[in-house]
Nanobody
Framework: QVNLVESGGGSVQAGDSLTLSCAIS????????MGWFRQAPGNRRQLVAL???????RYEDSAKGRFTISRDNAKNTVYLQIDSLKPEDTAVYYC?????????????WGQGTQVTVSS
């Protein structure tokens, strides 16, 4: 069983910074990629950023410049730093991991953490 536990969400003011964390635990051979998605009310879940096992990063266009994804391989943890928060960043942020099992690759989601930005 694999668990993804997010933390770091909360209610902040516009212009603040926030760092989300996602710790991955359980039995797997390797974490191939980790990422963050977000879902605002009434919208579909969308990719924010991802990072591969090699450290390659990819950002959704609206996340470029203010969002930074990083990972600590020793801790099986992925981070998302968000600077200069805007009200439109308000959403539930979900951690996502692509894991390598014994014979196949599979994906898991975290439970989500709420970020609310007030103007």
């Amino acid at each position: 069983q694999v668990n993804l536990v997010e933390s770091g969400g909360g209610s902040v003011q516009a212009g603040d910074s926030l760092t989300l964390s996602c710790a991955i635990s359980g039995s797997f051979f390797r974490i191939n990629a980790m990422g963050w998605f977000r879902q605002a009310p009434g919208n579909r879940r969308q990719l924010v950023a991802l990072i591969t096992s090699a450290g390659t990063t990819r950002y959704e266009d609206s996340a470029k410049g203010r969002f930074t994804i990083s990972r600590d391989n020793a801790k099986n943890t992925v981070y998302l730093q968000i600077d200069s928060l805007k009200p439109e960043d308000t959403a539930v942020y979900y951690c996502h991991a692509v894991l390598q099992g014994a014979s196949s690759e599979y994906a898991r989601w975290g439970q989500g953490t709420q970020v609310t930005v007030s103007s």
